[in-house]
């Protein structure tokens, strides 16, 4: 139970950022480590070194994947990382889903501070080789599907 609104407010921000920006940027990253076999292979012909200065070329090659293997586990993690046709993001609300004014001022609030956010973002961005995309607001889906 809960003993306070503050606790409750805790425990609401709290879910509501796992399920939202945490799963949006662990679930949408793997695309990027996942989609280069040798970074996390999904599977190993056989076992690998148990000693430093063993591993060769050849012996790398021969404990990675296979191609069909390889291709097969890129593919389930694009799949898994792609965004739906008709997905909604952080903030976009369906506007008949509201009527009452103090909902839709809270809204109006909140979509402005996601806006400040994506902005800080990308300003941020600007200075880095490879853009930190995955808690965009606009590419942070409002709850987790699969």
Not at 10 to 16: G, K, Q, V
Not at 70 to 87: G, M, N, P, R
Request: net charge neutral.
């Amino acid at each position: 139970t809960f003993e306070s609104m503050d606790q409750m407010i805790e425990i609401l921000t709290s879910l509501i950022f796992t399920f939202s920006c945490q799963h949006a940027a662990v679930n949408f990253s793997q695309k990027d480590h996942f989609g280069f076999t040798p970074n996390a292979p999904a599977i190993l012909r056989q076992p690998p070194p148990t000693k430093k200065g063993q591993a060769t070329l050849k012996s790398n090659l021969a404990t990675l994947p296979s191609k069909s293997q390889a291709a097969k586990a890129i593919a389930t993690v694009y799949i898994l990382t792609k965004f739906s046709e008709d997905e909604r993001y952080l903030g976009n609300y369906s506007a008949t889903a509201w009527d009452d004014k103090e909902a839709l001022d809270a809204i109006n609030r909140f979509q402005d501070k996601l806006e400040d956010i994506s902005k800080n973002i990308k300003e941020r961005n600007k200075k880095l080789d490879v853009p930190y995309t995955y808690l965009l607001p606009e590419r942070i889906p409002n709850g987790t599907a699969i």
